[in-house]
């Protein structure tokens, strides 16, 4: 056959109509239908494909998980052992490859009890970084039920689509953290003529999404309406994890503890002393239950565990140690105009015991190192001074003036 008569065996163009013909043993093929073959094998190995490869995700052990928790996370070694595990477990269930077996696993849904800024965000972002899979941190104030001012529930999962670059199948295996749960709990069983629209429908409009259904997301967000198209995502391998202050939820706690605590036994730990600094450790899920949160919901979220509040000891080490260290921070940022940090450990007491006292955990530590560094951060760059050292005397000139500059500005 000569140059001229050459023709695709598959579509049939001669040599003159295509761009490309590739010559085989006994048969041509052309650009186009190499594209459309592509294509074809693209849409078959999408559908076969496991919702997670190996390649995507980055499980490591229950003991390695908690290695590279203790990195960025000071303290909270029970919290980080039930996360491991609770993780581990979850992501194992979706790379099983054995299908001949009738054993089902269940999600292991998590919901974190703590004070504010004892690190429940912090956790789930290391997590998720590990685990190199999409995470979307949401807020359960603005959600509300169907029909009312706020958002639908179903915008949790616009966030996760989001982080994931709207990749369906990456997002399908991601992990969703609701900040401030607890703001959605019943405000008290007695009936009202005002309907509560952030708190019990909300929680059972969760329920289903927990548990894991195929639900009609609208892809920008927003309110849904018939003339929009939907993406549909199965939440059944997305990972949720709840967390929340559960303010005075330690009242619940001790009235429960207290009403057991008949005759001469009472409620205690197994050395036989009740830590009343700590009561959370202590919490089971009837107290969430009395706190306000419906049956059905905790039941979806079958791991419960506490955050610690942050002593003294561990609020200094959040300062230094970790490898995102506020101080380590601080340092970097001198560094990049040439100016060389240090800081006392006098000073680093001193922000401590103003932390514990304005009782706002590790975010008030960054607040209080804000107030004593803007001046240096304002100034030094630029200028001749190229060493700064913060003594405790310093911090403290720079706290005071700051609360006097506020004051002048009230009054």
């Not at 000569?2 to 010559?23: M, P």
């Not at 595990?85 to 001949?100: C, E, I, P, S």
């Not at 929680?203 to 967000?221: A, R, S, W």
């Amino acid at each position: 056959m000569s140059k001229e008569q050459l023709e695709c065996s598959f579509c049939g163009r001669n040599k003159s109509d295509t761009n490309l013909l590739i010559a085989g043993l006994d048969a041509h093929i052309c650009d186009r239908c190499i594209e459309q073959a592509h294509g074809i094998v693209l849409e078959d190995t999408t559908v076969e494909q496991p919702a997670v490869t190996n390649a995507e995700l980055e499980l490591r052990k229950p003991k390695a998980i908690k290695t590279f928790l203790d990195e960025y996370i000071i303290g909270q070694d029970f919290t980080k052992r039930v996360m491991s595990v609770a993780v581990y477990n979850h992501y194992k269930r979706l790379l099983q490859k054995d299908t001949d077996d009738d054993v089902e696993i269940q999600k292991s849904n998590i919901m974190m009890v703590g004070q504010t800024g004892t690190g429940k965000t912090l956790i789930a972002k290391t997590i998720a970084r590990m685990l190199n899979v999409p995470l979307a941190i949401v807020d359960a104030t603005v959600l509300t039920e169907a029909g009312y001012v706020g958002e639908d529930v179903e915008s949790i999962l616009t966030r996760l689509l989001q982080a994931a670059d709207y990749d369906l199948e990456k997002a399908q295996t991601g992990i969703v953290f609701i900040d401030e749960v607890d703001k959605i709990a019943r405000k008290s069983d007695n009936p009202s003529i005002t309907r509560d629209v952030s708190g019990e429908g909300v929680q059972q409009g969760l329920l289903k999404l927990l548990e894991g259904t195929v639900v009609n997301v609208p892809p920008k967000g927003g309110r849904k309406h018939p003339d929009q198209k939907f993406i549909e995502v199965n939440t059944e391998n997305i990972l949720f994890i709840a967390g929340g202050a559960f303010d005075g939820i330690e009242k619940v706690i001790q009235k429960r503890m207290n009403m057991q605590a008949v005759g001469f036994s009472a409620s205690m730990s197994n050395d036989g002393v009740v830590e009343k600094d700590n009561l959370l450790q202590y919490i089971i899920p009837k107290d969430i239950k009395d706190y306000g949160m419906i049956p059905e919901i905790i039941g979806r979220l079958p791991v419960l565990t506490y955050m610690d509040p942050l002593d003294a000891k561990t609020l200094r080490a959040i300062l230094t140690e970790p490898k995102n260290a506020i101080i380590k921070q601080y340092k970097k940022l001198f560094e990049m105009d040439d100016i060389a940090f240090s800081i006392t450990d006098e000073a680093l007491t001193f922000i401590v015991e103003r932390a514990i006292e304005y009782k706002l955990g590790a975010r008030g530590l960054r607040s209080l190192c804000e107030a004593i560094l803007t001046d240096a951060m304002f100034d030094m760059p630029g200028g001749d001074q190229k060493e700064l050292e913060v003594s405790k005397d310093y911090a403290e000139s720079k706290l005071n003036k700051n609360a006097i500059q506020k004051l002048k500005a009230v009054s």
